[in-house]
T-cell receptor, first 107, second 115 residues
């Protein structure tokens, strides 16, 4: 079955540093979604990418979908303590969550 | 406000005693999902409904069943809970516009403890 891997599994950064998480699929994806889950909370939708090579920005967050539609990345510029949480990618229409990247921001 | 509601938020059951978790939505979405999430792991899809069509994941144990009596409600039945079924159970909804599924809206979850 489809597998979606994310790296790194954990990331600790100083507040103000940048952060990137990568999502890689073993198969071509029709689309990819990104979610954020705060500690003790539930996943919250961030964005969906559909087109090959697509890049979308939300304030300090930049999302990219690879040309081959097998990988994606989420980049956060100048992290803040409010960015703490686990970031998941969800590939295609099969609702398989990636393994997630847990972000800790040190004030 | 339109939302996804899960009851109860916390459920304690005994080993082998059947338990039912409920989910309701006011979003009028045609797709409803049940996920199991264990500590420090990603949510794992158990099954989903597209309208009344039930879609079971191949590795979902037979111990887990689901019902969707109408658009708004969906239930997760665990027939004989084992210690390994202790987890957070997340309900989510989305609207399917062929050929893609739109964003999922999650409820707050029900944390199940098995004694």
């Amino acid at each position: 079955g489809q597998q979606v891997m994310q790296i790194p599994q954990y990331q600790h950064v100083q507040e103000g540093e940048d952060f990137t998480t990568y999502c890689n699929s073993s198969t071509t994806l029709s689309n990819i979604q990104w979610y954020k889950q705060r500690p003790g909370g539930h996943p919250v939708f961030l964005i969906q990418l559909v087109k090959s090579g697509e890049v979308k920005k939300q304030k300090r967050l930049t999302f990219q979908f690879g040309e081959a539609k097998k990988n994606s990345s989420l980049h956060i510029t100048a992290t803040q303590t409010t960015d703490v949480g686990t970031y998941f990618c969800v590939g295609g229409n099969q609702f398989y969550f990636g393994t997630g990247t847990s972000l800790t921001v040190i004030p | 406000d339109a939302m996804v509601i899960q009851n109860p938020r916390y459920q304690v059951t005994q080993f082998g005693k059947p338990v039912t978790l409920s989910c309701s939505q006011t979003l009028n979405h045609n797709v409803m999902y049940w996920y199991q999430q264990k500590s420090s792991q990603a949510p794992k899809l158990l099954f989903h409904y597209y309208d009344k069509d039930f879609n079971n994941e191949a590795d979902t144990p037979d111990n887990f069943q689901s019902r969707r009596p109408n658009t708004s409600f969906c239930f997760l039945d665990i027939r004989s809970p084992g210690l390994g079924d202790a987890a957070m159970y997340l309900c989510a909804t989305s609207r399917k516009n062929i050929p893609t599924y739109n964003e999922q809206f999650f409820g707050p979850g029900t944390r199940l403890t098995v004694l």
